[in-house]
C-alpha cells in the first residue's frame, strides 16, 4: 500500500510471494522500491510516480537461490558506466552474495544524468555528534556520479535514422482506411504502367488467321 504525506491511502498492489513481511527500500534518485522478504528469492520493482495509478510495476529480479536478508550499498558503490542503478548484497544460507541492478540503454558509453541526478550522500554526516547535540541542523550535501570522461546522454548528438523504403505503408499511425487507400493507388499506378507498355513480336511469331478453325 502507498501512502501520501497525510497518510491518505493513493495505490494498492497484490502481490503473490510468501506469507513474510515484505522489507522495502526505496531509491530516492529514481523512484524506485524494491520489495522483498525472509525466504523469498524474488525482489518486487515498483516506480512510483505522482500520475495514476502511482505504481508502476517494473522487471522482478529473480535472483535464483533464496535469501535470509538483503542490504543495499550508497549510490557511490554503483558502476554508472555499466548503467547500474543499484547494488547490494544478499544473505544467503552458507555465503553473502553481490547483486546489481541495471538499465539496458542505446548509449551506454555516455553518462544517464536522467538516471543518475546529483544524489545526496547518506554516508557521510552533515554534522558531528557535537552539533547535533547543540541543536544544529544541516541537509545533507548532493554531489554528481559523473565521471570526469563521461559525456552526458542529454547532450549527446542526435542520429538522424534513414527512413526505410515503403515506411508509409508501416506506419502505425495511419488507420486502415488510408493504408488501405495508398495501397489501392499503388497497385492502380503499377497496373497503368503494365497497361501502357508494349511487347514487340518477332515476324514469325504468332498466329496466322487462316490458321484458326471454326
Not at 544517464?112 to 547535540?133: K, M, R
Not at 515506411?167 to 495508398?182: F, Q
Not at 499506378?189 to 504468332?206: I, K, L, S, Y
Amino acid at each position: 500500500m502507498l501512502y501520501d504525506d497525510q497518510l491518505n491511502l493513493v495505490a494498492s498492489e497484490d502481490i503473490d510471494t510468501s506469507p513474510s513481511i515484505l522489507i522495502p527500500f526505496y531509491d530516492r534518485d529514481t523512484s524506485i522500491v524494491y520489495l522483498t522478504g525472509k525466504g523469498d528469492r524474488i525482489i518486487f520493482c515498483y516506480e512510483i510516480l505522482d500520475e495514476k495509478p502511482h505504481l508502476f510495476a517494473l522487471t522482478h529480479q529473480n535472483t535464483g537461490g533464496l535469501h535470509q536478508a538483503v542490504a543495499y550499498f550508497p549510490k557511490c558503490e554503483c558502476n554508472v558506466t555499466k548503467i547500474e542503478i543499484a547494488r547490494g548484497v544478499r544473505l544467503m544460507q552458507d555465503k553473502i552474495e553481490p547483486f546489481g541492478v541495471t538499465v539496458p540503454r542505446a548509449k551506454a558509453e555516455y553518462f544517464q544524468d536522467d538516471l543518475f541526478p546529483d544524489t545526496v550522500v547518506t554516508w557521510q554526516s552533515a554534522l558531528t555528534a557535537e552539533e547535533w547535540f547543540e541543536g544544529g541542523d544541516r541537509l545533507l550535501d548532493a554531489m554528481s556520479l559523473r565521471p570526469a570522461d563521461m559525456q552526458l546522454a542529454s547532450t549527446a548528438p542526435v542520429v538522424q535514422t534513414k527512413e526505410k523504403k515503403y515506411a508509409s505503408y508501416n506506419s502505425r499511425e495511419k488507420d486502415d482506411a488510408e493504408r488501405k487507400k495508398e495501397l489501392m493507388d499503388a497497385m492502380v499506378n503499377r497496373a497503368t504502367v503494365f497497361e501502357g507498355e508494349t511487347q514487340e513480336h518477332g515476324d514469325n511469331e504468332g498466329v496466322d488467321s487462316d490458321e484458326w478453325g471454326d
